[in-house]
């Protein structure tokens, strides 16, 4: 809701007070649901977790019970889109990576990746939210950092430095959220330490090389050692995982919750469930797609998220433009979906 109404003008604490937002304080308040929660209230009444259930389970176990404060107690900021990444279900909006390709699609004629390059430029942080943001970090608890990809944007040891200068980093609990691209380097150790408890949040979508590759376009070895890095530093105070599942990947859903189990531990691996672009979302696969995956699924933590594909029926449509988005994004990378996903590649050829 801030983004839609004051994205373009007006500030944090305009939208904070915004009668807009007061609604949906004093909904709350009176234990009603409101309109603009419907996406959550859907996925409660299907699979009884949602962001809005798993935003408040995070806070509770960080001691940070949902309150009814005048002041803002917790931030989460995507601060820009430098990214060295280009996740296929990603775009411009939060990855640098997507530049060529939103480039090629706007100059043949589409209009949403013409908006996007008109809304976006190359750039690594938005000074204007962080003008906002900064005289707020007083009362602030918990700071959740997504980026693109924070741990290599420039521009954020020195943001690091002044909410360490301004004595703000004994009560803040920071969250970054890392495609697993960089090590604990020195850099990074000596400033993150200095907060009340750092936790590590890592995006893994695919756990082999052939299937990293093309999901998200990185090397699975770096990411994997990276990993180990990170779990040997003790002064970190949770290192956690949170696969984002979608038409791409959902069909191997078991494989890649078992290997973060092993790696993260079960209580550390959460899920987000893509519902944009829509022709990602994977509840739009075939119905006897669906089934199937559903059928062969043997890993228990898998059930409670296969469940999620019955939340609504599919859309054949949204299927037909993941196809042909598939089909384009294969060719601009030379990514051959037999050679890397041979099980989506055998789906698609069935089902198409």
């Not at 998200?216 to 002064?235: A, E, L, M, N, P």
Request: charged share 20%; with cysteine; net charge negative.
């Amino acid at each position: 809701m801030y983004e839609d109404q004051y994205c373009t003008e007006g500030t944090i604490d305009q939208a904070w007070q915004s009668d807009q937002f007061e609604s949906i304080r004093n909904a709350f308040r009176q234990n009603q649901r409101h309109p603009a929660c419907n996406t959550c209230w859907h996925q409660e009444s299907v699979t009884d977790r949602s962001q809005r259930t798993a935003f408040t389970q995070k806070q509770s176990l960080l001691g940070n019970p949902p309150t009814d404060e005048a002041e803002i107690r917790t931030i989460s900021w995507s601060f820009g889109n430098t990214c060295n990444f280009a996740c296929r279900t990603c775009s411009l909006d939060a990855s640098t990576g997507w530049l060529r390709e939103t480039e090629q699609l706007a100059a043949e004629g589409d209009a949403e990746a013409q908006a996007l390059l008109d809304k976006h430029t190359k750039t690594q942080w938005d000074y204007t939210e962080w003008a906002q943001i900064e005289p707020l970090l007083h009362s602030v608890v918990y700071f959740d950092i997504i980026g693109g990809e924070p741990l290599i944007n420039p521009r954020l040891p020195a943001m690091l430095d002044r909410i360490i200068e301004a004595g703000h980093a004994d009560h803040i609990t920071l969250m970054i959220t890392t495609n697993g691209s960089t090590g604990p380097t020195e850099r990074w150790v000596s400033r993150l330490q200095q907060f009340k408890k750092l936790i590590l949040n890592f995006s893994i979508d695919a756990v082999t090389p052939d299937t990293f590759r093309y999901v998200r376009t990185g090397d699975w070895s770096v990411i994997s050692d990276h990993i180990d890095q990170w779990k040997t530093q003790s002064w970190v105070g949770e290192i956690r995982c949170n696969p984002s599942f979608s038409m791409l990947n959902i069909w191997d859903c078991d494989r890649i919750l078992a290997w973060l189990d092993r790696k993260f531990g079960v209580t550390s691996v959460g899920y987000n469930w893509v519902e944009h672009p829509r022709h990602y979302n994977a509840v739009h696969l075939p119905e006897a797609v669906k089934q199937n995956i559903v059928s062969s699924s043997t890993y228990w933590h898998s059930k409670k998220i296969l469940s999620q594909l019955w939340s609504s029926p599919s859309d054949h449509t949204q299927w037909q433009e993941f196809i042909k988005r598939t089909e384009w994004l294969d060719q601009s990378r030379d990514q051959p979906i037999g050679k890397y996903m041979p099980q989506l590649a055998e789906i698609i050829y069935n089902y198409r």
